[in-house]
Nanobody, 124 residues
C-alpha cells in the first residue's frame, strides 16, 4: 500500500507561480512512478504531468508543457510540480497519483494510488 500526501496549493494571480509537493510513503516508493492530475470545475479529471522512478520518462499534458515542471526529490519519495505563468483555466483541484507502471498516467489505465487533492485557484 502507498500513501500520498499533497501540500502547496493556494491562490495566486494570473501569471504567478506555485509549487505543489507530494510525499509518498510505503513499500518500494523509490521505484514508483509519480505524477499529477487535476479536476477543473464541471470537468473530468485530466492528466497534467508524471515522472518515472528513474526520471527517464517525463510526460506532460499539452496544456501545461513549457509552463509546468515536474521534479523528483533525491530520496525518490517526493515529487514536486512547479507551476509558472499560471492562467485562470489552471484553477482546479490537483491530485497526486502513483503507480508502478508509468503508462497508467497517459493511457485509459488509471494510477492505483491517489492523494486527497489540493486546491489551486488562479484569479484574473
Amino acid at each position: 500500500q502507498v500513501q500520498l500526501v499533497e501540500s502547496g496549493g493556494g491562490s495566486v494571480q494570473t501569471g504567478g507561480s506555485l509549487t505543489l509537493s507530494c510525499a509518498a510513503s510505503g513499500r518500494y516508493v523509490s521505484t514508483i512512478g509519480m505524477g499529477w492530475f487535476r479536476q477543473c470545475p464541471g470537468k473530468e479529471r485530466e492528466f497534467v504531468a508524471a515522472i518515472s522512478w528513474d526520471g527517464d520518462q517525463v510526460p506532460y499534458a499539452d496544456t501545461v508543457r513549457g509552463r509546468f515542471s515536474i521534479l523528483r526529490g533525491k530520496a525518490g519519495n517526493t515529487v514536486y510540480l512547479q507551476m509558472n505563468r499560471l492562467k485562470p483555466e489552471d484553477t482546479a483541484v490537483y491530485y497526486c497519483a502513483a503507480d508502478f507502471d508509468i503508462a497508467a498516467f497517459t493511457t485509459p489505465l488509471h494510477p492505483d494510488y491517489w492523494g486527497q487533492g489540493t486546491q489551486v485557484t488562479v484569479s484574473s
